[in-house]
């Protein structure tokens, strides 16, 4: 950030560095750093020259690696991780002759930057880790390397992260008794039913039947069919199954499982030119659907109540998390709640908690804002209302402001709804909406 900022300046620029420059800033480097991290793992990773070639054309195209992997998503990050994890297992391995100690001690500190980056990160090196005991038998330093780094990079990651949610000075002793164990907390925040529910609930087996379709397309058919067993399929087999034990599942969650099973599977060899065809269009078609639509209103959205005035309440319903620092220092005058998937007549109570009367002085200066899928038809019963249709103490939305290239996949209940019901309404009705909310007085 400090290179892009004298970057902006010597581009005549005096103000600092805009929210959504940094944004887009951020979206090219992980976009660089995945393209070129990963096919480096991929030259490591694969012996065959010929089926290297394969892995590294099959991720490269992939709309995974074009989407997700261009999101500063904390998967995203984990992918990179699980990659070269996986590259100093084997670095570490087929070198018999010495101990390996600095591959060991970036090893071990990938591993710790990975627990406290997501608690699942250990789960895709279970098995491959294996592969390190008769090394740890043979060179015993290497092991003493593992821990001592894994001891400093530990030690860090809690000062830093304690430093960050505590307001005291941190010391020796308040970091012995009080410390904050970030991995940990997730842990205990994840294995409490209430807080997934909030997120979502899904049956365990939607990873394998749903969620590694909607990433693979064709190729999934080509993992059935004829996978290579190899190191790194076993790596992704572990990682899904031990993501499956949790009932809140997201495609997402996958993310690190994909390149490594790119790279162990072959392209048909009969019916080749039907399969390219097939796997470029299903990537192309995904590449626009998460790319642009599937919740690509959150950021304009965002930007958008930077520049807005005398709003001092957001509420964010069904959406993805906003990031609060695009506001560019409005997050200090505007409170941002994320409601999530919260029930419809809970999302209504806490409008009308917040809901400022629109004849008071008070609404000249303060002002409740919900930013919510034009497709969330429970709305309608407040939206199409004018001001004289409420009555009087009525919750009155008023439209404020819409990002037509919205689609929240999120939100379709073809249980209750039906296919086609649910399609008409989440395709026919995209959009991010931002709504002034009142109370008619």
């Not at 930057?113 to 098995?127: E, H, K, S, W, Y």
Request: one cysteine or more.
């Amino acid at each position: 950030m400090l290179l892009l900022r004298w970057v902006w300046i010597g581009s005549g620029n005096d103000e600092d560095v805009t929210p959504a420059v940094v944004f887009w800033t951020l979206r090219i480097l992980m976009f660089a750093l995945s393209f070129v991290l990963e096919d480096w793992a991929i030259h490591e990773l694969v012996p065959s020259p010929r089926q290297r070639r394969i892995a590294v054309l099959l991720v490269a195209s992939s709309y995974v690696t074009w989407t997700y992997q261009t999101h500063t998503f904390s998967n995203s990050i984990e992918t990179l991780l699980v990659a070269w994890s996986l590259v100093l297992i084997q670095r570490i391995v087929d070198n018999r002759q010495r101990s390996s100690l600095f591959a060991s001690g970036l090893l071990a500190f990938l591993v710790v930057f990975g627990v406290f980056n997501r608690i699942t990160f250990p789960a895709f090196l279970v098995i491959p880790g294996l592969r390190l005991f008769p090394h740890f038998v043979r060179k015993p330093l290497t092991l003493l390397s593992m821990v001592l780094a894994s001891a400093v990079a530990l030690f860090f990651a809690i000062y830093s992260d304690t430093s960050f949610y505590t307001t005291q000075p941190v010391t020796l002793k308040s970091l012995y008794h009080n410390p904050v164990i970030t991995p940990l907390n997730n842990l205990r925040y994840n294995l409490d039913p209430t807080n997934l529910a909030k997120h979502g609930l899904h049956p365990h087996y939607q990873h394998l039947v749903a969620n590694l379709p909607l990433l693979l397309g064709p190729a999934f058919l080509l993992l059935l069919s004829s996978p290579r067993p190899t190191l790194r399929l076993a790596s992704a087999i572990s990682g899904v199954l031990v993501l499956s034990l949790s009932q809140h599942q997201e495609a997402r969650f996958l993310i690190p499982a994909i390149p490594l099973i790119l790279s162990s599977i072959d392209a048909p060899k009969r019916n080749f030119k039907t399969w390219i065809a097939a796997w470029l269009a299903f990537n192309l078609a995904m590449a626009a659907l998460m790319g642009i639509y599937h919740q690509g209103g959150v950021i304009p959205s965002q930007i958008n109540l930077a520049s807005s005035h005398n709003i001092t309440e957001t509420l964010w319903w069904k959406t993805y998390s906003p990031p609060i620092w695009i506001l560019d220092g409005k997050n200090a005058d505007m409170t941002t709640t994320d409601l999530m998937g919260m029930p419809p007549h809970a999302m209504i109570a806490e409008l009308e908690k917040r809901a400022v009367c629109n004849s008071s002085r008070a609404a000249r200066t303060r002002g409740t804002c919900l930013v919510a899928p034009a497709s969330a038809a429970y709305l309608d019963r407040y939206t199409m209302k004018t001001r004289e249709q409420c009555a009087k103490g009525d919750l009155f939305f008023e439209k404020t402001w819409e990002y037509r290239k919205h689609l929240n996949l999120d939100d379709m209940d073809f249980g209750t709804d039906g296919v086609w019901s649910t399609l008409a309404r989440v395709l026919g009705r995209r959009g991010l909406v931002t709504w002034k909310v009142s109370r008619n007085c």
